[in-house]
């Protein structure tokens, strides 16, 4: 027996869009008065214009003195409350014709424990060799960029200053020049901006130092993980198996395995809910 591919699957779900709204009175509770409304509203269309087909289930409630609406969005044990024909749908918010929103990744990030303090992120440091006072790097002056520049010029590099002046852009500032090295240009950046150096002084002493001494670079930890515990439930609710462990949340090809059947599921419900 043939089993349809997930390309079929989703092929055939591009093929057909809908929109429903379904309404009806609250009775008279502590939470909302005689004569509110909630109107449920479902949709599977592309309405985020990104060429896939999605389902959305939201919702709103009205009451009867009130202009606006008290309460909207995705309220689903509202809608799950007055209109259980619709619960067994609500698990498929936010699903796609291609799969449910971030599948693998937000199903793996929920399911995962991490400990705390761990270095996750790492940086570089620069110094020159034999000083253990590091060199002032910042966004603007001697940036990264220019220190990788020069680092692959080389110590023997034959360099050039040059002065850069300031041209007004914005308001009627007046600032000094500033001096470059002939032949660098910080990305993105015009000349005067992204020039190294305020004055001669600072880039003949920079220049000395790189050329006696060279640089070198040091990796660094910038960054250390936070502790994290596993969230079955929301892991659980983004891959749509609600009796899934944990050991099956974090095995990607057990996730991927379970697919077409999803789909399969997904595509049968929409096609119950475009005929209702």
């Known amino acids: 027996m043939k089993h349809d591919s997930i390309k079929d699957i989703r092929d ?17 509770c502590d939470e909302w008065p005689d004569g509110a409304r909630i109107t449920a509203d479902i949709r599977f269309d592309d309405e985020c214009k990104n060429g896939h087909n999605s389902f959305a289930i939201t919702g709103h409630i009205k009451e009867p003195e009130h202009r606006d609406w008290s309460a909207c969005g995705c309220i689903h044990e509202d809608i799950a409350k ?3 024909e619709l619960k067994k749908y609500i698990k498929w918010h936010f699903v796609s014709s291609d799969e449910p929103m971030y599948y693998i990744e ?17 940086g570089e440091e620069y110094y020159f060799k034999g000083f253990p006072i590091q060199i002032d790097v910042r966004a603007t002056g001697v940036s990264k960029e220019f220190i990788k520049w020069i680092m692959a010029k080389g110590r023997k590099f034959k360099y050039q200053f040059v002065k850069e002046e300031y041209t007004p852009d914005l308001g009627n500032y007046d600032f000094g020049p500033k001096v470059n090295i002939k032949g660098f240009r910080k990305r993105g950046e015009k000349k005067w901006y ?9 880039a003949t002493e920079f220049m000395r130092a790189f050329k006696d001494f060279g640089i070198i670079t040091k990796k660094v930890v910038t960054g250390y993980t936070e502790k994290k515990i596993c969230d079955l439930k929301a892991a659980r609710s983004t891959a749509i198996a609600p009796r899934a462990t944990k050991k099956q949340l974090q095995d990607k090809e057990w996730l991927l395995d379970r697919l077409p059947w999803l789909m399969l599921s997904f595509e049968k419900d929409m096609n119950v809910l475009r005929e209702m």
């Not at 779900?13 to 009175?25: I, P, R």
């Not at 937000?106 to 790492?122: A, D, F, K, R, V």
């Not at 992204?194 to 600072?202: I, L, T, V």
């Open 106 to 122: 937000n199903t793996m990030y929920h399911s995962e424990e991490q400990e705390e303090g761990i270095p996750c992120e790492w």
């Open 194 to 202: 992204g020039c190294p150096f305020d004055d001669y002084r600072e």
């Open 12 to 28: 055939r779900l591009q093929k057909f869009t809908f929109t429903k709204s379904f309404e009806k009175g609250i009775k008279p």
């Open 82 to 84: 007055y209109f259980p």
